[in-house]
């Protein structure tokens, strides 16, 4: 079956630039994506440069994204930010329970599960939500369960409001940074088994309609052509390869044809 769904290429810049070199990639990326018509890009930086970054692709068609969120939407919480502050800041989507912050801010299934209720709850931005196996869980056969067990924990009794969308990131968490994707149909088979979950979770339809997923882990301008044809792979989430304009812009536009 063909996948009609819109694609969507997602930049993780991660902690790995300044202000200035932020600003600068940002800048270099309106350039790339100005009249880039199809599909939806998003940049998502980090936080003290998003307002700045946000002024930087105005104009563009490439959107702003948190890196995280706190569940709270106000108060006594330092060094936290809440949905609203990052709608405010021009964000329209945010990154949840990405695997770095599973594992050095320990953030585990209940935060993750809280911080997705609140981002659904304000309304205001699209939460892109990580799941993946980690090495050991993958050499035990556990990758199944795991994902399953993922998505139940961050999504389990949730409701939506219509046309409320949540973008499902698969990555596998030892291929991330490691310069080796994996192979295109074990990305499709995982993503399968996310959307069997989904079904059960919600029913068919809101799985197939308030969902998107993608794949995520050392995706380059070299390895995305096997990704760009899967019946169920609706998007790439970039990390390394996201900070050079070129390479970026090579990935989103062999992905979103
Ligand atoms: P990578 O990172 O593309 O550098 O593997 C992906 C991610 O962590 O989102």
Redesign the pocket.
Known sequence: MENKKEKIV?A?W?MKLSLKETVELAKKMKSKFTGFKKGTVVVCPNFVSLAEVGKAIKGSPVKLGGQSVFWEELGAYTGEISANMLAEAGCEYV?VG???RREYMLENYEMIHKKLKSVLNMDKLTPIV?IGENMNERKTDRRDFVLTHQLQQALGGISFLKNQEVII?Y?PIW?????V?IEPAEAEYAHKIVKLTLNDLFGPQVAANNFRIVY?????SKNVKGFTDLENTDGL??????LDAEEFYKVAKAMIK
Not at 175 to 179: E, F, P, V
Not at 237 to 242: N, R
């Open positions: 997602i993780n991660k990154i990405h695997s770095e990580c990131a990555e291929a991330i940074g490691s310069g994707a995520g882990g050392s995706i380059s989430l970039v990390g390394g390869a996201s």
